[in-house]
Protein backbone atom coordinates (compact mmCIF):
# COMPACT_ATOMS: atom_id res chain seq x y z
CA UNK A 1 0.00 0.00 0.00
CA UNK A 2 0.86 3.51 -0.59
CA UNK A 3 1.09 6.26 1.77
CA UNK A 4 0.44 9.38 0.50
CA UNK A 5 2.98 12.40 1.23
CA UNK A 6 2.41 14.39 4.33
CA UNK A 7 1.18 17.66 3.75
CA UNK A 8 3.21 20.66 4.56
CA UNK A 9 1.97 24.58 4.80
CA UNK A 10 0.96 25.95 1.96
CA UNK A 11 -0.42 22.75 0.29
CA UNK A 12 -3.37 22.83 -1.62
CA UNK A 13 -6.82 21.07 0.26
CA UNK A 14 -9.45 20.32 -2.20
CA UNK A 15 -13.33 20.17 -1.10
CA UNK A 16 -15.62 18.45 -3.13
CA UNK A 17 -19.18 17.28 -3.13
CA UNK A 18 -19.48 13.21 -4.94
CA UNK A 19 -22.40 12.64 -3.42
CA UNK A 20 -25.11 14.82 -2.03
CA UNK A 21 -26.08 18.46 -1.21
CA UNK A 22 -23.79 20.17 1.27
CA UNK A 23 -25.21 23.15 3.50
CA UNK A 24 -22.94 25.70 2.18
CA UNK A 25 -22.40 27.07 6.46
CA UNK A 26 -20.48 23.77 6.27
CA UNK A 27 -18.26 24.57 3.06
CA UNK A 28 -17.66 27.85 4.71
CA UNK A 29 -16.64 25.93 7.73
CA UNK A 30 -13.91 23.25 6.47
CA UNK A 31 -12.81 26.30 4.41
CA UNK A 32 -11.98 28.24 7.16
CA UNK A 33 -10.61 24.81 9.60
CA UNK A 34 -8.37 24.19 6.73
CA UNK A 35 -7.01 27.77 6.36
CA UNK A 36 -6.38 27.59 10.17
CA UNK A 37 -4.21 24.21 9.65
CA UNK A 38 -2.30 26.08 7.23
CA UNK A 39 -3.08 24.69 4.01
CA UNK A 40 -5.14 26.49 0.58
CA UNK A 41 -8.76 25.65 0.01
CA UNK A 42 -9.25 24.45 -3.23
CA UNK A 43 -13.30 24.13 -3.63
CA UNK A 44 -14.90 22.67 -6.40
CA UNK A 45 -16.96 24.47 -9.32
CA UNK A 46 -20.24 22.24 -8.29
CA UNK A 47 -19.42 22.06 -4.35
CA UNK A 48 -21.88 24.19 -3.12
CA UNK A 49 -24.43 23.47 -5.80
CA UNK A 50 -28.12 21.84 -5.50
CA UNK A 51 -29.77 18.65 -8.19
CA UNK A 52 -32.48 16.47 -8.09
CA UNK A 53 -33.61 14.19 -10.36
CA UNK A 54 -36.30 11.45 -10.36
CA UNK A 55 -38.26 13.57 -8.03
CA UNK A 56 -36.69 11.94 -5.17
CA UNK A 57 -32.71 11.63 -4.59
CA UNK A 58 -31.16 15.12 -4.30
CA UNK A 59 -26.98 15.05 -5.62
CA UNK A 60 -24.88 18.11 -5.11
CA UNK A 61 -24.75 18.26 -9.26
CA UNK A 62 -24.92 16.37 -12.20
CA UNK A 63 -23.28 13.28 -12.44
CA UNK A 64 -20.62 14.95 -15.30
CA UNK A 65 -19.78 18.00 -12.77
CA UNK A 66 -19.08 16.01 -9.63
CA UNK A 67 -17.11 13.43 -11.98
CA UNK A 68 -14.96 16.96 -13.07
CA UNK A 69 -14.35 18.52 -10.30
CA UNK A 70 -12.90 14.82 -8.32
CA UNK A 71 -11.10 14.48 -11.53
CA UNK A 72 -9.83 17.97 -11.57
CA UNK A 73 -8.71 17.50 -7.90
CA UNK A 74 -6.89 14.33 -8.78
CA UNK A 75 -5.07 15.65 -11.81
CA UNK A 76 -3.67 18.67 -10.08
CA UNK A 77 -0.34 17.97 -8.90
CA UNK A 78 -0.38 20.73 -6.44
CA UNK A 79 -3.32 19.21 -4.41
CA UNK A 80 -2.49 16.93 -1.39
CA UNK A 81 -5.55 16.25 -0.21
CA UNK A 82 -9.38 15.67 -0.95
CA UNK A 83 -12.31 16.27 1.89
CA UNK A 84 -15.73 14.87 0.29
CA UNK A 85 -18.05 17.53 1.85
CA UNK A 86 -20.60 15.17 3.25
CA UNK A 87 -22.12 11.91 2.06
CA UNK A 88 -25.52 11.09 0.86
CA UNK A 89 -25.61 9.03 -2.13
CA UNK A 90 -24.11 9.60 -5.51
CA UNK A 91 -20.23 8.91 -4.88
CA UNK A 92 -20.68 5.35 -7.15
CA UNK A 93 -21.64 7.46 -10.30
CA UNK A 94 -18.21 8.36 -10.30
CA UNK A 95 -16.50 5.24 -10.04
CA UNK A 96 -15.78 3.95 -13.49
CA UNK A 97 -14.32 7.01 -14.49
CA UNK A 98 -11.42 6.91 -12.20
CA UNK A 99 -7.99 5.56 -13.44
CA UNK A 100 -6.62 3.64 -10.76
CA UNK A 101 -3.00 4.01 -12.34
CA UNK A 102 -3.25 7.98 -12.27
CA UNK A 103 -4.18 7.67 -8.45
CA UNK A 104 -1.12 5.62 -7.87
CA UNK A 105 0.83 8.06 -9.64
CA UNK A 106 0.48 10.60 -8.05
CA UNK A 107 -1.20 9.01 -4.72
CA UNK A 108 -2.87 11.97 -2.43
CA UNK A 109 -5.62 11.40 0.96
CA UNK A 110 -9.14 11.34 0.29
CA UNK A 111 -11.37 11.55 3.50
CA UNK A 112 -14.61 11.02 4.00
CA UNK A 113 -17.20 8.06 5.28
CA UNK A 114 -20.87 6.94 4.89
CA UNK A 115 -21.42 6.95 0.92
CA UNK A 116 -17.85 8.18 0.53
CA UNK A 117 -16.60 4.68 1.41
CA UNK A 118 -17.24 3.81 -2.69
CA UNK A 119 -14.07 6.09 -2.95
CA UNK A 120 -12.27 4.32 -0.39
CA UNK A 121 -12.72 1.24 -2.35
CA UNK A 122 -11.81 2.59 -5.33
CA UNK A 123 -8.25 4.31 -3.51
CA UNK A 124 -7.46 0.81 -2.06
CA UNK A 125 -7.93 -0.69 -5.78
CA UNK A 126 -5.25 1.67 -6.44
CA UNK A 127 -3.28 0.50 -3.42
CA UNK A 128 -3.60 4.05 -1.91
CA UNK A 129 -4.29 4.52 2.04
CA UNK A 130 -7.05 6.58 2.59
CA UNK A 131 -8.88 7.98 5.76
CA UNK A 132 -12.62 6.89 6.84
CA UNK A 133 -13.21 10.11 9.03
CA UNK A 134 -16.22 12.69 9.36
CA UNK A 135 -16.10 15.91 7.13
CA UNK A 136 -16.87 19.36 6.81
CA UNK A 137 -19.85 19.16 8.91
CA UNK A 138 -17.30 17.94 11.44
CA UNK A 139 -14.75 20.65 11.01
CA UNK A 140 -17.74 23.05 10.93
CA UNK A 141 -19.07 22.04 14.74
CA UNK A 142 -15.87 21.56 16.31
CA UNK A 143 -12.16 23.71 16.39
CA UNK A 144 -9.17 22.67 15.50
CA UNK A 145 -8.47 21.18 19.00
CA UNK A 146 -10.89 18.86 19.21
CA UNK A 147 -9.99 15.17 19.19
CA UNK A 148 -11.17 13.95 15.88
CA UNK A 149 -9.72 17.34 13.70
CA UNK A 150 -6.63 16.48 16.13
CA UNK A 151 -6.10 13.23 14.89
CA UNK A 152 -6.17 14.07 11.63
CA UNK A 153 -4.05 16.62 11.25
CA UNK A 154 -1.60 14.36 12.63
CA UNK A 155 -2.03 11.81 10.19
CA UNK A 156 -1.76 14.40 7.12
CA UNK A 157 0.97 16.32 8.52
CA UNK A 158 2.54 13.89 10.49
CA UNK A 159 2.00 10.47 9.41
CA UNK A 160 1.09 9.31 12.84
CA UNK A 161 -1.05 6.48 12.52
CA UNK A 162 -3.41 6.34 15.97
CA UNK A 163 -4.18 3.87 18.53
CA UNK A 164 -7.85 3.59 19.83
CA UNK A 165 -9.22 1.83 23.29
CA UNK A 166 -12.39 1.01 23.37
CA UNK A 167 -14.66 -0.26 26.63
CA UNK A 168 -15.64 -3.53 26.74
CA UNK A 169 -19.15 -4.86 25.23
CA UNK A 170 -21.06 -8.12 26.06
CA UNK A 171 -21.36 -8.97 22.90
CA UNK A 172 -17.12 -9.03 22.42
CA UNK A 173 -15.43 -12.29 21.50
CA UNK A 174 -12.12 -12.21 22.83
CA UNK A 175 -9.02 -12.98 20.22
CA UNK A 176 -6.02 -10.95 18.56
CA UNK A 177 -5.68 -10.56 14.56
CA UNK A 178 -3.56 -8.68 12.85
CA UNK A 179 -4.40 -8.13 9.21
CA UNK A 180 -5.35 -5.19 6.63
CA UNK A 181 -8.19 -2.86 8.04
CA UNK A 182 -11.02 -1.92 5.24
CA UNK A 183 -15.01 -1.05 5.59
CA UNK A 184 -17.16 1.25 5.89
CA UNK A 185 -21.04 2.14 5.39
CA UNK A 186 -21.99 -1.57 4.93
CA UNK A 187 -24.70 -0.88 2.27
CA UNK A 188 -22.72 1.29 -0.07
CA UNK A 189 -19.94 -1.55 0.49
CA UNK A 190 -21.98 -4.21 -0.31
CA UNK A 191 -23.04 -2.32 -3.27
CA UNK A 192 -19.53 -2.74 -4.94
CA UNK A 193 -19.55 -6.68 -4.64
CA UNK A 194 -19.05 -8.91 -7.65
CA UNK A 195 -17.44 -5.64 -9.02
CA UNK A 196 -13.68 -4.67 -9.44
CA UNK A 197 -14.22 -2.30 -6.21
CA UNK A 198 -15.43 -4.90 -3.70
CA UNK A 199 -13.11 -4.76 -0.26
CA UNK A 200 -15.16 -7.05 1.55
CA UNK A 201 -12.98 -9.91 1.55
CA UNK A 202 -11.33 -13.06 3.46
CA UNK A 203 -8.53 -12.62 5.63
CA UNK A 204 -9.37 -8.52 6.34
CA UNK A 205 -10.34 -6.96 9.65
CA UNK A 206 -13.80 -5.41 8.36
CA UNK A 207 -15.39 -2.71 10.41
CA UNK A 208 -18.78 -1.72 9.54
CA UNK A 209 -21.44 0.93 10.20
CA UNK A 210 -24.50 1.90 9.03
CA UNK A 211 -27.50 4.62 9.23
CA UNK A 212 -31.61 4.00 8.13
CA UNK A 213 -31.06 0.01 7.77
CA UNK A 214 -33.79 -1.11 9.72
CA UNK A 215 -32.01 -5.14 11.67
CA UNK A 216 -33.97 -7.36 9.02
CA UNK A 217 -31.91 -5.37 6.32
CA UNK A 218 -28.51 -5.69 7.75
CA UNK A 219 -29.02 -9.34 8.61
CA UNK A 220 -30.19 -9.69 4.82
CA UNK A 221 -26.30 -8.30 3.69
CA UNK A 222 -24.36 -10.25 6.54
CA UNK A 223 -26.42 -13.37 5.62
CA UNK A 224 -25.21 -12.03 1.79
CA UNK A 225 -21.78 -12.28 3.02
CA UNK A 226 -22.36 -15.75 5.05
CA UNK A 227 -23.39 -17.28 1.73
CA UNK A 228 -20.63 -16.00 -0.35
CA UNK A 229 -17.74 -17.86 2.10
CA UNK A 230 -16.58 -14.18 2.99
CA UNK A 231 -18.15 -13.40 6.88
CA UNK A 232 -16.65 -16.54 7.73
CA UNK A 233 -13.29 -16.01 6.59
CA UNK A 234 -12.75 -12.69 7.94
CA UNK A 235 -9.68 -11.97 10.56
CA UNK A 236 -11.36 -9.76 12.72
CA UNK A 237 -14.62 -7.99 12.77
CA UNK A 238 -15.28 -4.15 14.28
CA UNK A 239 -18.93 -3.36 14.52
CA UNK A 240 -19.57 0.63 14.47
CA UNK A 241 -22.67 2.42 15.44
CA UNK A 242 -25.94 1.24 13.26
CA UNK A 243 -28.33 4.67 13.79
CA UNK A 244 -31.82 5.91 12.95
CA UNK A 245 -32.83 2.80 12.27
CA UNK A 246 -36.35 1.74 13.13
CA UNK A 247 -36.77 2.74 17.00
CA UNK A 248 -33.05 3.43 17.08
CA UNK A 249 -32.54 0.12 19.48
CA UNK A 250 -29.33 -0.68 19.33
CA UNK A 251 -29.58 -3.73 21.47
CA UNK A 252 -31.81 -5.60 18.64
CA UNK A 253 -28.98 -4.65 16.24
CA UNK A 254 -26.29 -5.70 18.38
CA UNK A 255 -28.48 -8.73 19.32
CA UNK A 256 -28.38 -9.83 15.70
CA UNK A 257 -24.72 -9.15 14.25
CA UNK A 258 -23.59 -10.95 17.81
CA UNK A 259 -25.92 -14.14 16.62
CA UNK A 260 -25.16 -13.69 12.84
CA UNK A 261 -20.67 -14.58 13.66
CA UNK A 262 -21.70 -16.35 16.57
CA UNK A 263 -20.45 -19.56 14.66
CA UNK A 264 -17.25 -18.21 13.70
CA UNK A 265 -14.07 -17.79 15.99
CA UNK A 266 -12.11 -14.48 14.94
CA UNK A 267 -11.76 -11.71 17.49
CA UNK A 268 -14.90 -9.18 17.10
CA UNK A 269 -15.49 -5.81 19.09
CA UNK A 270 -18.62 -4.20 19.43
CA UNK A 271 -19.66 -0.32 20.19
CA UNK A 272 -16.44 0.96 18.36
CA UNK A 273 -17.06 4.65 18.01
CA UNK A 274 -17.15 4.54 13.83
CA UNK A 275 -20.28 6.01 12.27
CA UNK A 276 -23.45 8.66 11.75
CA UNK A 277 -21.98 9.81 15.46
CA UNK A 278 -20.06 13.06 17.13
CA UNK A 279 -17.16 11.03 18.03
CA UNK A 280 -16.18 9.36 14.63
CA UNK A 281 -12.69 8.05 14.59
CA UNK A 282 -10.40 7.98 11.77
CA UNK A 283 -9.55 4.49 10.55
CA UNK A 284 -6.53 4.46 8.01
CA UNK A 285 -8.14 2.50 5.30
CA UNK A 286 -5.37 -0.33 3.51
CA UNK A 287 -2.96 0.13 6.69
CA UNK A 288 -2.16 -2.85 9.23
CA UNK A 289 -3.76 -3.30 11.80
CA UNK A 290 -3.90 -5.13 15.17
CA UNK A 291 -7.10 -5.86 16.87
CA UNK A 292 -6.81 -7.45 20.52
CA UNK A 293 -10.19 -7.88 22.09
CA UNK A 294 -10.01 -8.65 25.68
CA UNK A 295 -12.12 -8.65 28.71
CA UNK A 296 -11.51 -5.41 30.02
CA UNK A 297 -11.42 -3.76 26.70
CA UNK A 298 -10.47 -3.81 23.21
CA UNK A 299 -7.46 -2.08 21.53
CA UNK A 300 -6.83 -1.07 17.90
CA UNK A 301 -3.75 0.08 16.39
CA UNK A 302 -2.97 1.09 12.82
CA UNK A 303 0.55 0.85 11.47
CA UNK A 304 2.04 1.74 7.70
Same mark, same amino acid.
Given at each position: ?????????????????????? !???????? &??AIKEWGFVPIEGEHCREQYTIYNVVSHSAPIESRRDDLLKAINDSEVRAIMCSRG??????? #????? %??????????????????????????????????????? #??? =???????? !??? =??? #? @??? $?????????????????? /?? @?????? %????????????? *????? @? *???????? $????? &???? %????????? #???????????? /??????? /???????????????????????? *??? *???????? $??? @??? %??????????????
Amino acid at each position: MIIPPLLKPGDKFAIVSPSGTV !LTERVDGA &VRAIKEWGFVPIEGEHCREQYTIYNVVSHSAPIESRRDDLLKAINDSEVRAIMCSRGGYGAVHL #LEYLD %LKQLARDPKWIIGFSDISALHAAWHHACVVSIHSPMAKH #LTL =YDRNDEIN !LIN =YNI #L @TQG $EFPTYNVAPHPHNRSGAA /TA @TILGGN %LAVLMSLLATPFN *IIKPG @T *ILFIEDVA $EQVYQ &VQRL %LYHLRLAGI #LPQLAGLIVGQF /TKHRGDD /TTAMYDMIHDMVAPYHYPVAFNFP *IGH *IPRNVPII $EGS @TAT %LNVENDGTTLTMRP
